[in-house]
């Protein structure tokens, strides 16, 4: 099995078969072992204030928590050795959100957005990441620091 | 104005003006100056599993969230003298989370969901809530912490 | 070997093997598998306000650190069967804290402190506890979160 | 009264006022409205794990809640008109740490330890710094995150 054949897998399983993310529309930009991008469209849906165009807190955890939990899952099969990967599906099903910090910045405004993670901390039962969202222009709304379970 | 009319608008913008909030379904149980409680239905829109019916750290995140937010604007209500009460709206529209921590303990399993928040720190500038998240057993299965904004 | 015993050991290590924890002049109240409680003593050295005689946050955070590590290790105690005891030393080598946080709601008086730890969260690998400290007269001064490697 | 010598005040009160303080034996490193870095030494009174010589935890928690705090109190002085200067005082004697996250990812280990801060959000309530520990060596022992109150 080839391990870029698997991160596509994974990619396409957190963007089309997990029913939450398809409602809110990522998009995968990048997914290697060391960086995770995703992009997030605008929806109405995403409002969180009545007065204000804005995304809900909500909707900006949950995609920082995709970001960080991607990079979780790439970290996993980074680090198994070929006669191993087998046991890829196994270990994603165990993988989970130990626990997520978000901090918000501003106002979540604008036409799309991206959530980004790195990996600080590559442990093999856990793993730390870092997460940053962004809108279009650049300017930075919200970041994060997730520990996932991976082992 | 009274206050408990001012709580029951409050209550009201949460569940039907925010359209993220609409798309969760939620329903207020509880709102008072010392605590707040939702309910959240469950849909199929919020799982994050694709193998098992559990839902999505994001959607965990984003109820502990709204009901940590509802009970930091009760706080602003409870707080206010009679004669300040005509700055409640100003006020709730610079309400807004600085910063949550979320909790996972279990799979998120159940036919509904409760929320509920209690109030750590109370301060004029800045309040601190702790939430939890059970099911309609009384298994719970997150908790969080959360720093709002209210003055 | 007996699991009293062991708990009793492990105490001890905590309270006179730990350097900063003699610095700290903590003392052992209550440690079972499901709570631990231990006693801080004021001491000058530990006054973070040169105007105010409070405690400085960096001890605050080290002694929830402290009683939230203590159960963890209990808590590894608690789970082995009888026969892997002789396992407890390197596990306990390999015990660590994963992340903290530490929320302050008051400022730090008193004339002693009593932190004290649950267990929210009991898995293989990892552990959650939830910390509190008070001062003699049952005022709670801070809380915390905290996620543990334990196996 | 000078922006620049309010600041080496405030530097000095860290380092020499806090008894906290002066037992890690922090030095300032630099200290400006962007950035603060704080040099400490090693000390065998740190030690907190008794078969290895690295520090405890709780060292770790303080030395990054203390860069942070020290960011958020420079920040305070630079935002201030210069005729509100005299007001300094009054608000640092406010200025307080709400909450920080502490992640731990390497054991403690090294000759001397450089913490630094940056701020990510400035407000006029509260300020958020993203904290990090490396050893002299450049190795990154821990990051944090803080929220304080400022206004």
Known sequence: ???TLLLNQVGNI???KMPFNRFL???IQTLSAEKAQIQLPWKDDFIGNPTQKILHGGVISAVLDNVGGLLAAASIIAKLPEEE???VPNK???LGTIDIRTD???PG???YFIAS???IRSGNKVCVCRMELHNEQGIQLAFGTGTYLVG
């Open 25 to 27: 529309g990522i998009s």
């Open 1 to 3: 099995m080839d391990k």
């Open 109 to 111: 405004r604008g036409e």
């Open 14 to 16: 957190f963007v089309e």
């Open 85 to 87: 990967l087998h046991s």
């Open 92 to 94: 994603l099903a165990t």
């Open 104 to 106: 918000f910045l501003r």
């Open 117 to 119: 993670a790195t990996l």
